[in-house]
C-alpha cells in the first residue's frame, strides 16, 4: 500500500500517518451511514409506492369476475413497468447501473411476460422488507438525537414524559436522565455499524430482480456491448483529434519557425555573422519548445512515470501537483494492463483539474484497491458539491474512457457536497 500525505499540510505530516488513520476512518464511516441514510429513506419512497401498486393489484384481481380488473390490469401493469424503472434509477445512482429488459409490445404478452413476474417478486420484497428498512432509516437518526440530548430537556419535559424513544419508563433523577444519553450512543453506533448493511440489503432485491433475467434476450448485452464499442470509437476518435490537433498547432508551427529562422541565417552567415548567431539562437529556442511540446503529446498518450513508477508512484506525482491537498491510498499488488492504468490516471488526472479548478475544496483523497479481478477508484473532495456532467466539467470524457474499458463510472455530487467519484474497472489480464 502506498500513501501519501496531504501536500502543503505540516501538521498532517507531523503527524504521521498513523494519527490520520482514525480519522480516516470515522470520516469514512461518517459518510457511509449518511449515504446509506439518504438511500434507505429514498427506498422508503419506492416502497410506499410499491404498496399502493401491490393494492391496486390486488383490487384488479379481485374485481376481474365483474369485469372491472380488466380495465385495472392496465393500469397496474403501466404503473408497475414505471416504478420499477424509478427503481433502476434510483439504485444506479448508488451503485452499478441496471440493465432494463425490453418491455412487453402488449397488455397480454406483458400480463405473461416473465419481466412482470419478477418485478411484482420486487414489489411483493420491497413493499415489505424495503418498507421497514426505510422506516428504520427514518426512526434511527429521530431516536439518536431525541435520546443523546434528552438531558436537556429532561428539565422542562412532564413528569410522565418517558425516557427513550422506546416509549417507556420515565427519568426521576439527574443520572436516569444521563443514562438515556448513552442509549442515543448506542443508536449512534447503531447507524454507523450498520445502516450501510441495511441499504444494501433494501436494494439487494432491486438488483436481483429488476434487471435483465438469465431468461432474457442476448440482445440486451449485444446493445450494451455496442454502445460500450461506440463509446470507445469515440473516445479513440477524439484522442486522435486532440493529438493531431496538438502536433499541427503547436510542434508543426514550431518545426516550421525553426526551418525559417535556419534558412534566414545560413543566407546571413556570410555578411552578418551577428545577426546570423541571433537566427540561429531563436531557432534552437523554437527547437527546444518544439521538443518540449513533443514531450508532453507522447505522455498524454501514454505517461512514462507509469511504467517508471507505476500506478501508485503516478498517482503521488499528480496529488503532489494539485493544487488542492491531496491524500492518496493506493493497494495494487500486481500491475494491471496498461491500457487499464493509463485510464485510471487520466480520470484522475482529470478529475483533479476539475476539483482545483470548480470545486473550493480544502482538500482532496484518492483511493484505489485493486481485488478480485476489478481496479476500484475513488475520488472525493470536500468542495462545494453540484457536479453536472452536462456542464462542461470533463465527466463525460471521464465517462467516455471508462466504458471504452467496459467499466462503471458514478457520480455522486449533492449541492453542498462532497463530491464523490466512483469507478470500477476491469484488471484481469
Known sequence: MTTTEPTGTADTADAGPGAERPREIAVRALRASGAALRQLVGGLGTALMALGVLVLAAVAAVTTPAGVGLLLASVVVRTLHALAERERR??????????????????RAALTDPTTRRELRWALRHGSLGF??????????????????????????????????????AARTWPEALSVSLVGVGWIAVILGLTPGMAR?????GRMLLGAGPDADLSLRVAELTATRA??????????????????????NRMVTVTV????????AARDPERADELLERAQ??????????????????????????????????????AVPCRT?????????????????????????NIAK????????????????RLHLRIEDDGRGGADEAGGSGLTGMRRRVAAHDGTLRVTSPAGGPTVLDVDLPCGT
Open 231 to 252: 463509446a470507445a470509437l469515440d473516445a479513440h476518435a477524439t484522442e486522435l483529434r486532440r493529438i493531431e490537433r496538438s502536433l499541427h498547432d503547436g510542434t508543426q
Open 90 to 107: 434510483r439504485l444506479a445512482r448508488w451503485g452499478p447501473e441496471i440493465v432494463a429488459p425490453n418491455p412487453p409490445p402488449t397488455l
Open 132 to 169: 421497514l428498512l426505510g422506516l428504520l432509516g427514518v426512526w434511527l437518526p429521530l431516536a439518536a438525537f431525541r435520546d443523546t440530548l434528552f438531558p436537556l430537556v429532561w428539565p422542562f419535559a412532564p413528569a410522565d414524559t418517558s425516557s427513550t424513544s422506546f416509549g417507556f419508563g
Open 201 to 205: 440489503l433494501q436494494a439487494r432485491a
Open 329 to 353: 491510498d493506493v493497494e495494487a499488488p500486481e500491475r494491471c494492463p496498461a491500457s487499464v492504468e493509463a485510464t485510471a490516471y487520466f480520470v484522475v488526472a482529470e478529475a483533479l483539474t
Open 261 to 268: 529562422l535556419l534558412g534566414a541565417a545560413r543566407r546571413m
Open 358 to 373: 470548480h470545486s473550493g475544496a480544502s482538500a482532496a483523497a484518492v483511493t484505489v484497491r485493486a481485488r478480485g479481478g
Open 285 to 322: 529556442s523554437a527547437a527546444e519548445q518544439a521538443l518540449a511540446e513533443l514531450r508532453a503529446v507522447s505522455r498524454s498518450i501514454l505517461p512514462p512515470v507509469l511504467s517508471d513508477r507505476g500506478l501508485a508512484g503516478a498517482l503521488s506525482g499528480l496529488a503532489a501537483e494539485c
